[in-house]
């Protein structure tokens, strides 16, 4: 009978390298992360900004307005 051919095939089980595409380019990967960061900081200030508004206190012990005058010369 006639003898088959085989070609002496070595496996290549890890030993190619796949190289992974990056989600987002490196050209736009700062783009990226200064709209995230901005997006961020705008949502703190506005809910910062819309709480109530805080009530007034007593002022501190030893404070003078200065539109009011203590000290008398007459």
Do not use: C
Not at 47 to 62: A, K, L, Q
């Amino acid at each position: 009978m006639a003898k088959k051919k085989q070609k002496n095939k070595q496996r290549q089980i890890g030993k190619t390298k796949v190289e992974k595409k990056p989600l987002i380019d490196q050209k736009h990967k700062n783009t990226f992360w200064t709209i995230v960061i901005i997006v961020i900081l705008i949502i703190f200030f506005i809910v910062n900004n819309t709480g109530e508004e805080p009530e007034e206190g007593p002022y501190p012990p030893g404070y003078h307005p200065s539109g009011v005058q203590t000290d008398s010369l007459n």
